[in-house]
């Protein structure tokens, strides 16, 4: 059974760090992964799409990459800004399904 | 576009008494999922809709809940006795993908019905 784990579980910064936040999956064989975010009380946010055939995507100060040798994924944030303060879940797919499996997210505060 | 629209957005009720959830999916969007999410377990498929048709449901708890898709702009997810462990977040999210396994897909969520069962 695909399990995700995201690690820290929680993170506390000071505005303008660079972050990385980690994703990694039991079943290596990852064939599709998005990156979510969640503010309290409401619904998820996509934030990034990595297909199949792609390693990393790019979008302003975010960055997500997919090591599918080792089924793990790194969300890196540049710069980081209060606005930023949320809970960033990630979710794979395995080849052969449609399903995604979600992490268990990493609760990210920023400081200002 | 207004995005996956929910409602109601909150719900209480006392246990045993039937609740009906909501879901209008993005226009053009002939995917449509049921998630729940609670602290101890995350984030979770109930069912998966592909044009109108329920392709898997089997995250569905057990036979106290029920999924419907008349049309491809309204869903509903019923539970009918409602328990108290069925307090949760319930989401809708909407998506355009073939029903081939593999595919790409962008996944764009609702707000959320919290359901409270006392």
């Known amino acids: 059974k695909q399990e995700v784990t995201q690690i820290p579980a929680a993170l506390s910064v000071p505005e303008g760090e660079n972050l990385v936040l980690n994703c990694s999956f039991t079943d290596s064989a990852i064939y599709n992964l998005q990156w979510f975010r969640q503010d309290p009380g409401k619904g998820l946010t996509s934030l990034l799409l990595i297909q199949s055939s792609q390693r990393e995507q790019t979008s302003g100060r975010l960055n997500a990459s997919l090591d599918k040798s080792s089924g793990r994924s790194t969300l890196y944030i540049a710069a980081s800004q209060p606005g930023d303060s949320a809970t960033y879940l990630c979710?794979?797919?395995?080849?052969?399904?449609?399903?995604?499996?979600f992490g268990t997210g990493t609760r990210l505060k920023v400081l200002a | 576009d207004a995005g996956v629209i929910q409602s109601p957005r909150h719900e209480v009720t006392e246990m045993g008494q039937e609740v009906t959830l909501r879901c209008k999916p993005i226009?053009?969007?002939?995917?449509l999922f049921w998630y729940r999410q609670t602290m101890m377990r995350g984030l979770e498929l109930l069912i998966y809709f592909n044009n109108n048709v329920p392709i898997d449901d089997s995250g569905m708890p057990e036979d106290r809940f029920s999924a419907k898709m008349p049309n491809a702009s309204f869903s509903t997810l019923k539970i009918q006795p409602s328990e108290p462990r069925d307090s949760a977040v319930y989401f809708c999210?909407?998506?355009?993908?073939?029903?081939?396994?593999?595919?790409?897909?962008?996944?764009?969520f609702g707000p959320g019905t919290r359901l409270t069962v006392t």
């Open positions: 999210a909407s998506s355009y993908l073939s029903r081939f396994a593999g595919e790409a897909y962008e996944q764009y």
């Open positions: 226009s053009g969007h002939n995917s």
């Open positions: 979710a794979g797919t395995t080849s052969g399904t449609y399903k995604y499996i």
